[in-house]
């Protein structure tokens, strides 16, 4: 059964940082691209940042040059660093495996964790 878990939220002032963690279990984790995406509530889930398996890495608009997106094979982990937080940044983040770095579902490799909400306010 695949499981993915995601931590490492919680509510930030403007300007901080926070490291989120998403700890993968069930299948062949070092095989698979692996992504963030995020949702606030009205909006779609919109791609944060992905990562291949070789390391190429992908980036939203929005985040590139604050957040970094990295994985450890051997852990089944992938992380994603925030820094300079900002208000429009508050969303539930979610853990992917499988969609590629562009975030297009190639294949029924395509599973989600539950979420982590990130808030950042003063």
């Given at each position: 059964?695949?499981?993915?878990?995601?931590?490492?939220?919680?509510?930030?002032?403007?300007?901080?940082?926070?490291?989120?963690v998403c700890e993968?279990?069930?299948?062949?984790?070092?095989?698979l691209p692996v992504?963030?995406?995020r949702q606030a509530p009205g909006t779609s889930r919109d791609?944060?940042?992905?990562?291949?398996?070789?390391?190429?890495?992908n980036y939203g608009d929005a985040v590139k040059g604050r957040?970094?997106?990295?994985?450890?094979?051997a852990?089944?982990?992938v992380y994603l660093q925030m820094h300079d937080l900002k208000p429009e940044d508050t969303a539930v983040y979610y853990c992917?495996?499988?969609?590629?770095?562009f975030g297009v579902k190639r294949?029924?490799?395509?599973?989600?964790?539950?979420?982590?909400?990130v808030t950042v306010a003063s």
């Open positions: 059964q695949v499981q993915l878990v995601e931590s490492g939220g919680g509510l930030v002032q403007p300007g901080g940082s926070l490291r989120l993968a279990s069930g299948m062949m984790f070092d095989a992504g963030w995406y791609l944060v940042a992905g990562i291949t398996r070789g390391g190429a890495r957040f970094t997106i990295s994985r450890d094979n852990k089944n982990t992917n495996i499988g969609r590629t770095i294949s029924d490799n395509d599973y989600w964790g539950q979420g982590t909400q």
